[in-house]
């Protein structure tokens, strides 16, 4: 039977969101690992099983694709130290350590976010991209405004500059990309579509749609052949 989350997992998810401390966490440890760690990390397994098909240099061990619950406090002026969700990130191997870009899921007790792009690039990344795009523009934006694609999921902000990334004024054809310090999109749906049976297919349906953007992303990082 495929993978879904259960009515217990979104009860936790709420009660987290009230008490984000330990003193109400530790007592519940065992539902989150039954109710969210253990459908999460065979969610992933069955997402894996599906790249195979059309994005094999995605397939991540599920422990490695899922993220910590736990929050990094040592900078933050926010101690509290849960995530009100659960996640995952499939990176493309050989980019474990600088992420480029992936597939991502998460569920929180009111939404869950299936969204494919690169997310958070390292400034060498961001630099080989927009060069990238220099010559390559338009086909992104065809990529980007495929029918099927659109229906599934929205093109998200990405994050834009005010002013012309240095060394890129001139390149005006390409400026509203070159602007851009992400690019993806996603689709954000109600959190209890997670506990439907047709949960993998909601998920790698639109996995799939993403794949050729999420390889024209990674072309000029990956060190691939077609990255010229």
Same mark, same amino acid.
């Given at each position: 039977?495929?993978?879904?989350?259960?009515?217990? &997992?979104?009860?936790? =998810?709420?009660?987290?969101? #009230?008490?984000?401390?330990?003193?109400?966490?530790?007592?519940?440890?065992?539902?989150?690992?039954?109710?969210?760690?253990?459908?999460?990390?065979?969610?992933?397994?069955?997402?894996?099983?599906?790249?195979?098909?059309?994005?094999?240099?995605?397939? #991540?061990?599920?422990?490695? *694709?899922?993220?910590?619950?736990?929050?990094? &406090? #040592?900078? /933050?002026?926010?101690?509290?130290?849960?995530?009100?969700?659960?996640? /995952?990130?499939?990176?493309?191997?050989?980019?474990?350590? &600088?992420?480029?870009?992936?597939?991502?899921?998460?569920?929180?007790?009111?939404?869950? $976010?299936?969204?494919?792009?690169?997310?958070?690039?390292?400034?060498?990344?961001? =630099?080989? $991209?927009?060069?990238?795009?220099?010559?390559?523009?338009?086909?992104?934006?065809?990529?980007?405004? %495929?029918?099927?694609? #659109?229906?599934?999921?929205?093109?998200?902000? %990405?994050?834009?500059?005010?002013?012309?990334?240095? %060394?890129?004024?001139? *390149?005006?054809?390409?400026?509203?990309?070159?602007?851009?310090?992400?690019? %993806?999109?996603?689709? @954000?749906?109600?959190?209890?579509?997670? @506990?439907?049976?047709?949960?993998?297919?909601?998920?790698?349906?639109?996995?799939?749609?993403?794949?050729?953007? $999420?390889?024209?992303?990674?072309?000029?990082?990956?060190?691939?052949?077609?990255?010229?």
């Amino acid at each position: 039977m495929a993978t879904h989350f259960t009515p217990e &997992t979104l009860k936790f =998810l709420r009660g987290l969101a #009230r008490n984000n401390d330990r003193a109400w966490f530790d007592p519940r440890k065992a539902v989150y690992e039954r109710e969210l760690k253990a459908p999460m990390l065979a969610l992933i397994e069955e997402i894996n099983h599906a790249f195979a098909d059309f994005a094999p240099e995605h397939v #991540r061990q599920p422990h490695k *694709a899922m993220m910590r619950i736990y929050r990094d &406090t #040592r900078f /933050a002026a926010d101690k509290r130290p849960y995530k009100l969700h659960v996640a /995952a990130w499939w990176v493309r191997t050989g980019l474990e350590k &600088t992420s480029g870009a992936g597939y991502y899921f998460s569920l929180s007790a009111k939404q869950m $976010v299936i969204a494919a792009g690169m997310f958070m690039p390292t400034p060498e990344q961001l =630099l080989a $991209v927009r060069r990238y795009l220099v010559e390559h523009h338009a086909e992104l934006r065809g990529l980007l405004a %495929g029918r099927k694609l #659109r229906a599934a999921m929205d093109e998200f902000e %990405g994050n834009p500059l005010k002013r012309p990334p240095r %060394g890129f004024a001139g *390149a005006t054809e390409a400026m509203d990309l070159l602007l851009c310090r992400r690019w %993806g999109i996603s689709a @954000t749906l109600p959190a209890e579509q997670a @506990t439907d049976a047709g949960l993998v297919q909601e998920i790698t349906r639109r996995f799939a749609l993403a794949a050729p953007m $999420v390889n024209f992303l990674n072309r000029p990082i990956s060190g691939g052949p077609s990255a010229e």
